[in-house]
């Protein structure tokens, strides 16, 4: 939801994805609340594993009343 952009979370779940594109690596993040794609600079962790990461979360673009969210990752630990 907007009213998280700009502030730090932590969030845990299930690796559903992961794509590295030219010099953006990302993977989407999943739990039982539903999913984030999260932005990385470290490697990309492997579909299926579980995880808790730290990060701000940033609107990525917004279209009338729809808006996507991504998480810029700070730190991680498993």
Known sequence: PREYA???VTVS???TD??????IR???L???????PVVTD?????QGEK?????????????GTKSAL???ESTQTK
Not at 18 to 23: K, N
Not at 42 to 46: K, S
Request: aromatic share 12%.
């Open 6 to 8: 700009g502030k730090e």
């Open 13 to 15: 779940g299930h690796v």
């Open 18 to 23: 992961a794509f590295s594109l030219f010099v």
């Open 26 to 28: 990302y993977y989407v």
């Open 30 to 36: 999943r739990d039982d609340t539903g999913e984030i």
């Open 42 to 46: 470290r490697p990309l962790p492997t």
């Open 51 to 63: 995880l808790k990461t730290k990060g701000i979360v940033k609107e990525a673009f917004s279209i």
């Open 70 to 72: 991504v998480l810029i």
